[in-house]
């Protein structure tokens, strides 16, 4: 096992950046959620930018309670392909200038975005595992906020 609490593993990053869909997790009144949600992801924040609106049920559940995990997996039956992520983060609106960025980030990656109303949320990890079974058999690299 690896773990670095100060820069992210360029194995992670690449790995965030080759995909776009992931698994959000969101819990109210101890029974949890989950939902699919197109990511954007900036490097040098290291941060997360989905959109989806505060009526639908993870938008209701991140407004009274930014505590949420993800995943994002590389879909494989053979087993020394596996990779994956395993992300706890805080949730939270982005200020204007922050929206801004994400939303320019938002609508290079997916351009029919910008036919919509995108009312985004900011995933701010704070810890990170990534199996990588290219790199052996179970092996995790972790990463986590200090």
């Known amino acids: 096992m690896t773990e670095n609490t100060n820069t992210l593993d360029k194995k992670i990053i690449t790995f965030i950046k080759k995909h776009h869909l992931l698994t959000l997790a969101t819990s109210n009144n101890n029974i949890p959620y989950c939902a699919s949600c197109f990511y954007v992801y ?13 009526t639908t049920r993870h938008g209701a559940e991140m407004l ?4 949420v995990s993800c995943c994002i997996s590389l879909e494989t039956l053979i087993v020394g392909k596996i990779q994956g992520l395993q992300i706890t983060a805080t949730s939270y609106k982005p200020d204007e200038e922050k929206n801004k960025h994400f939303k320019k980030l938002y609508i290079k990656k997916f351009p029919v975005a910008a036919f919509t109303n995108l009312n985004l949320w900011i995933l701010k990890p ?9 790199l052996g058999f179970g092996k995790k690299l972790i990463w986590f906020r200090s």
């Open 42 to 54: 900036d490097e040098e924040l290291n941060e997360f930018a989905i959109t989806t609106d505060d």
């Open 64 to 67: 009274t309670n930014n505590n």
């Open 126 to 134: 704070n810890f990170i595992k990534m199996t990588h079974n290219q």
